[in-house]
Nanobody
Framework: QVQLVESGGGLVQAGGSLRLSCAAS????????MGWFRQAPGKEREFVLA????????YYADSVKGRFTIYRDNAKNTVYLQMNCLKPEDTAVYYC?????????????????WGQGTQVTVSS
């Protein structure tokens, strides 16, 4: 069992930056691919980006390439989402996810565990 707890959300102006953290419980964190999804009001949850178990491979949605970065620290059981050049359309609840499956061609496979989500609001 893995529990995921996100933090770092908040309100930021367009063009600003935020860093989200996702702390995982359990000793098997390094066995999982990790990722971030987001859900805006009235929209379906969408994939944002993912990282493999070692941190050596990442996969990004086109909408965030060049602006968002994912990285992990297995010693701290934590994965991070650095968001730069934020836009109002990035406003959403951001969810951390863990999956036993990761591929460099599509990111995460079926999600095994979800965090509770953290709100990110970007004002124009």
């Amino acid at each position: 069992q893995v529990q995921l707890v996100e933090s770092g959300g908040g309100l930021v102006q367009a063009g600003g930056s935020l860093r989200l953290s996702c702390a995982a419980s359990g000793r098997t964190f390094s066995s999982y691919g990790m990722g971030w999804f987001r859900q805006a009001p009235g929209k379906e949850r969408e994939f944002v980006l993912a990282i493999n178990w070692s941190g050596g491979s990442t996969y990004y949605a086109d909408s965030v390439k060049g602006r968002f970065t994912i990285y992990r620290d297995n010693a701290k059981n934590t994965v991070y989402l650095q968001m730069n050049c934020l836009k109002p359309e990035d406003t959403a609840v951001y969810y951390c996810a863990a999956s036993r499956r990761y591929a460099s061609t599509y990111g995460l496979g079926p999600v095994d565990y979800w965090g509770q989500g953290t709100q990110v609001t970007v004002s124009s």
